[in-house]
């Protein structure tokens, strides 16, 4: 059987690097002399900070380069146990609330989720808004990813965590010769963008607070706020212009964005074929809501239709969740389409959530290949993308991966039907964070949130998030007899 102490090794460095983020709330807290919290920032990065120097205390003995399978548990231990350090400060700060929905709201912000279990978000202390906020940036990319980048003991074993961390099919693929030089560089790309989004929307009219925290869960894709309303309380079309802009641009691959600034060039974005896909279905899915709008006389004027279908579809199609009205009132198709949007828009590399485009594109030509086979039974057509020939493996990697996706999708539903919630609320719960959308339907539409669940429905969901933020393999293998043997 093989050990978890030298991941463990790694993950107590993690935590230590980790258990700083929390200066930036407690940095707040003092800016905004909030006396009262401060004592709570300051022993939540103090229980952070000894917890990880005694665990690396304890296993400085096992330190040795990362294998495969330490990589995949590292990468899980991570995504399981820093939102429970993450969620420990909510519990004395949010009155009410509970250990399931601190836990959930913390694994909601990591994973870029944005599903909120809090109500009241006007009236929180802004050093907790900021918190909540700031885990969705340092949880966009990755958590690992940024490992990968500044932490020196993994410059032997990094690729066995990019390949574990990294979403899409096709994880081998390396842009840079060192791997924490690749990391860097997405890094570098991920927080220049993030800091024009934050001078955008302050240039909109947002406070720095706000822009600072809209800013953060903009580029993650992750859709948290500091408004029950959303972006709709700040009622600026400014606001909505500058979200949806920066919406779009992340649901893009961030590697694209590192080869473009290397190379100096626009190619590699005018000719991905995902993006080009990926724009053609925003584009024509705007419309098609737009036009819906009207037709159902929910806005009189095109204009409205258009920049509310707009918002909306880029929104939740991009899984970052952010609202201006409760969508959940208008006609069906429209959320419904939404939500399928958000299974699968956005591309491979960039901080969105769901099976990434590349590879719906990908299963549509594998269909279009069986049906010319049954036609032509000799015929030779391989599967290409980009004028590339998908390898084999791949294409079982996909097929594998999408068989996964709806056992565990039908599953994690079966189970909040158990539970006693209504079909329409429990499917739209797993859809909405197995593919870190965020926002569902019924009970937990736009226009509510998740608290009004039960604490064991919200674990099931919390499990859901993680599950999806992984792509579920990476966590799922950990329960295979063949990963434990030696």
């Not at 098609?288 to 806005?299: F, P």
Request: include cysteine.
């Amino acid at each position: 059987m093989i050990s978890i102490l030298p991941a463990l090794h790694v993950f107590s460095r993690v935590l230590m690097a980790f258990s700083f983020a929390f200066l930036m709330p407690l940095g707040w807290a003092w800016f905004e002399d909030q006396e009262g919290y401060r004592f709570v920032w300051e022993a939540a990065f103090a229980l952070a900070l000894i917890c990880g120097a005694l665990a690396w205390a304890a296993t400085r003995e096992h330190q040795r380069e990362l294998l495969p399978k330490d990589g995949f548990l590292l990468v899980n231990m991570v995504w399981l146990l820093l939102p429970a350090f993450s969620a420990v400060p909510l519990m004395f700060t949010v009155p009410g609330i509970t250990w399931s929905q601190a836990y959930f709201e913390a694994m909601s912000a990591l994973t870029g989720t944005g599903a909120t279990a809090l109500a009241g978000l006007d009236a929180l202390p802004v050093s907790v808004n900021i918190w909540r906020c700031f885990l969705q940036l340092i949880g966009g990319l990755g958590i690992m990813l940024l490992v990968v980048a500044v932490l020196p003991l993994l410059g032997l074993g990094g690729v066995q965590l990019y390949k574990a961390e990294t979403p899409g099919p096709m994880k081998d693929t390396r842009f840079t010769p060192r791997i924490a030089q690749t990391a860097r560089g997405l890094w570098a790309v991920y927080f220049l963008l993030s800091a024009a989004c934050l001078l955008a929307y302050r240039w909109a009219g947002m406070g720095w607070a706000d822009a600072f925290m809209h800013s953060c869960t903009t580029m993650g894709l992750g859709g948290f706020s500091s408004h029950d309303a959303s972006l709709g309380f700040f009622r600026s079309e400014r606001v909505e212009v500058v979200s949806m802009f920066f919406m779009a641009i992340s649901g893009i691959s961030f590697v694209r964005y590192f080869i473009v600034l290397r190379n100096r060039t626009l190619r590699p974005l005018t000719r991905d074929r995902e993006i080009r896909s990926y724009v053609t279905i925003l584009a024509l899915s705007v419309g098609l809501v737009a036009v819906l709008l009207l037709v159902h006389e929910v806005y009189a004027d095109p204009v409205d239709a258009l920049r509310q279908s707009a918002f909306h579809v880029i929104s939740v199609a991009t899984t970052t969740g952010f609202t201006t009205t409760d969508y959940g009132q208008w006609p069906v198709f429209a959320p419904v389409l939404m939500m399928f949007l958000g299974t699968f828009v956005s591309c491979a590399g960039s901080t969105g959530g769901g099976i990434k485009l590349v590879r719906m594109l990908l299963l549509v030509k594998q269909a279009r290949r069986e049906l010319v086979r049954i036609v032509h039974p000799r015929v030779v057509n391989p599967v290409t993308l980009g004028g590339q020939v998908v390898p084999p493996q791949v294409m079982a990697t996909v097929l594998g991966f999408m068989l996964i996706y709806g056992a565990a999708t039908m599953g994690l539903t079966m189970l909040l039907l158990f539970t006693g919630l209504d079909i329409v609320t429990g499917f739209s719960a797993v859809v909405a964070t197995l593919n870190n959308i965020g926002p569902g339907l019924g009970q937990v539409g736009p226009a509510s949130h998740f608290g009004v669940l039960s604490g064991l429905q919200l674990n099931i969901l919390s499990f859901s998030m993680v599950l999806g933020r992984l792509e579920l393999l990476t966590f799922l293998v950990l329960f295979t007899s063949a990963f434990w043997r030696r």
